[in-house]
């Protein structure tokens, strides 16, 4: 999950490459009364009757109870996020390949995509990447190391045993993209990427292009929150150079398929 220092922080961040700057939002066009979500940067008064679909519910609970979600900030509650990926998984669980993570934490979006999508009576796997210690100094920009500060200690013996009773599920320890040459699957159906890092995100995304099964699902956790400014223009440049679009979605993910 990105930017939730700058959230605590209250946005707009200074930043150095800024986006472009809109008129002030403004919800006093909807009553408090007639607002069905506020939560994670998004208010909405539109339907968001998935939260109480009692799959989606129960996928929510297991991945919340890994403490991905919560930090010096407090819980946060991503429901709408979550929705994105469990409907984007449905997807690619049509395709041939397997599923990667790259930035997985303690296991929450993990945890809800091997849930909601029953991953245990699946022949596919789930490749989880991650330095299970926090961003790779040498990889990350200052104001990146600036943000995530402090944020995340070592956990990877707490993730292994999280899901060592999945036998198709593996854990990939070490820092991305050095990580992805040592193992990696040849065909992915779904990508979910979530450094909270411009440079290793992008790397990520170049290594498994090719590997990417046409349909393919792919889900970039930090796209467009404002505080995460660089990692959106880095993979615009790479959505251009390989001529396939982003969807900027109300949640700060961006969504592409591959053709
Ligand atoms: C926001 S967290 C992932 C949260 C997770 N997707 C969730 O919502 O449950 C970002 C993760 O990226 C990892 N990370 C950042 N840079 C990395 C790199 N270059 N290589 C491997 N892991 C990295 C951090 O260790 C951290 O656990």
Redesign the pocket.
């Known amino acids: ?2 930017t939730l220092n700058a959230l605590n922080e209250g946005l707009p961040m200074k930043l150095d490459e800024s986006p472009p700057s809109l008129p002030s939002a403004s919800f006093d066009c909807f009553p408090a009364s007639a607002r069905t979500y506020n939560q994670d940067g998004l208010m909405t008064m539109h339907d968001c009757s998935f939260i109480e679909e009692p799959r989606f519910a129960n996928a929510y609970r297991d ?1 919340i109870q ?1 403490g ?2 919560s930090g010096p900030w407090g819980q946060a509650q ?1 429901h709408w ?1 979550a929705h994105v990926l469990c409907w984007a998984g449905q997807i690619a669980q049509r395709l041939q390949g397997d599923f990667v ?12 995509l091997l849930k909601y999508l029953d991953f245990d009576n699946s022949s596919r796997r789930m490749y989880l ?8 100094p040498t ?2 920009s200052e104001k990146e190391l600036a943000n ?1 500060t402090g944020i ?1 200690r070592d ?1 990877y013996d707490e993730v292994r045993q999280r899901f060592e009773s999945f036998s198709n599920v593996i854990v990939c320890r ?4 050095a ?1 992805l040459s040592k193992t990696a699957p040849e065909q992915v159906a779904f990508l ?1 990427i ?4 411009a ?2 995100e992008r790397a990520a995304i170049e290594f498994f292009w090719d590997r990417l099964t046409p349909g393919a699902m792919i889900v970039l ?2 796209y467009c929150w404002v505080a995460c400014h660089a990692q959106k223009l880095s993979m615009d440049e790479f959505a251009k150079s390989v001529d396939c679009p982003i969807l900027s979605l109300p949640t700060g993910q961006g969504l592409l398929q591959k053709r």
Do not use: K, Q
């Open positions: 999950m990105g991945a890994t991905s979600w991503i996020r993570e790259c930035g997985v934490d303690h296991g929450g979006t993990a945890m809800l990447y991650d330095t299970f210690c926090g961003l790779d990889l990350s995530y995340y956990c070490g820092s991305i993209p990580s979910h979530d450094l909270n890092a440079n290793p956790d930090d």
